[in-house]
Nanobody
């Protein structure tokens, strides 16, 4: 069984920075490639994808965070990070970590973010419980 534990959320003023972490507890040994990502959900809004990475360091970002956020996956520490800079009030929400595995050829064909989203949509993967990020103007 795999458990994802997020940390690093909090309150910050606009243009400030936060770093989120997501630790993977449990075995992820597999011939398939590990995919992980961050999603966020603001009150009244649907959950949206923010950033994703595979175990080879290939990354993908939502247009709204490109140039401001950076995602990285430390395979040795089994930890996914999200460095968030130049934060805006619209970045506020609950941030969720997610993980799945996928064949390398699928990731190559669909891309990191789409592969992650498709697996999660099919309920093939894991979610963390979320961490709150609040950005004030």
């Amino acid at each position: 069984q795999v458990e994802l534990v997020e940390s690093g959320g909090g309150s910050v003023q606009a243009v400030g920075s936060l770093r989120l972490s997501c630790l993977v507890n449990g075995s992820t040994t597999t011939r398939l490639k590990l995919l992980m990502g961050w999603f966020r959900q603001a009150p009244g809004n649907e959950r949206e994808a923010v950033a994703a990475s595979d175990s080879d360091g290939n990354t993908d970002y939502a247009d709204s965070v490109k140039g401001r956020f950076s995602v990285s996956l430390d395979n040795a520490k089994k930890t996914l990070y999200l460095q968030m800079n130049s934060l805006k009030p619209e970045d506020s929400g609950v941030y969720y970590c997610a993980a799945t595995v996928s064949p390398p050829r699928t990731i190559q064909a669909l891309g990191v973010m789409t592969s992650l989203k498709e697996n999660l949509k099919a309920d093939v993967g894991y979610w963390g419980k979320g961490t709150q990020v609040t950005v004030s103007s």
